[in-house]
């Protein structure tokens, strides 16, 4: 019979993994590129009705993944140990955890912080046919939220390897 707290730990995990990892890959490969090719008022416009939702998104998907994975981590080495990976598999999980922490510190330290200056700056802009590249302090925001999402998809990227070459072996 299957644990069925196991069994929902991994999909909590995995479900916030994925959606997050998605919804950063979408960002920074399709939305990011699509901006640069708009007019100014509909870049504007599309990123102050947006980026707050893609904000919260990435905030709860992020803070979801690390609490469900922490649980299920505790779960298979304190409760269920013939669930827990091989001895050869944990310095792979433990590094993948590393860098998965390292992507939720970059998620919740310069990705939601950067999106929200950036919606809020852009909200206070008169309304004009000035670009946001234009303007030094947005174009600023603009290049570090990306940097940073980036980052992220990287990081997670490597997370995602790791975790699965250190349960499989």
Known sequence: ????????????HIGFIVSWLGGALLFVSI???????ISASSRIEFIVATLPRYIRFIGITATGSLVAGVLLF???T???TSLAPSES???FIGIGAAFGLAAVIVAL?????TGSKLVKLLKQMPASNESPSSM????????????????????L??????????ESI
């Open 31 to 37: 939305i990011t590129p699509t901006l640069a090719k």
């Open 89 to 91: 598999g944990f310095p």
């Open 78 to 80: 304190r409760v269920a």
């Open 74 to 76: 505790v779960y298979i």
């Open 1 to 12: 019979m299957a644990d069925i707290i196991f069994l929902v730990l991994l999909i909590l």
């Open 136 to 155: 030094p302090k947005a174009a600023q925001l603009q290049k570090r939220l990306r940097t940073g999402a980036s980052s992220a998809v990287g990081l």
């Open 157 to 166: 990227a490597l997370t995602l390897i790791l975790m699965i070459v250190g």
């Open 109 to 113: 330290g310069v990705v939601i912080p």
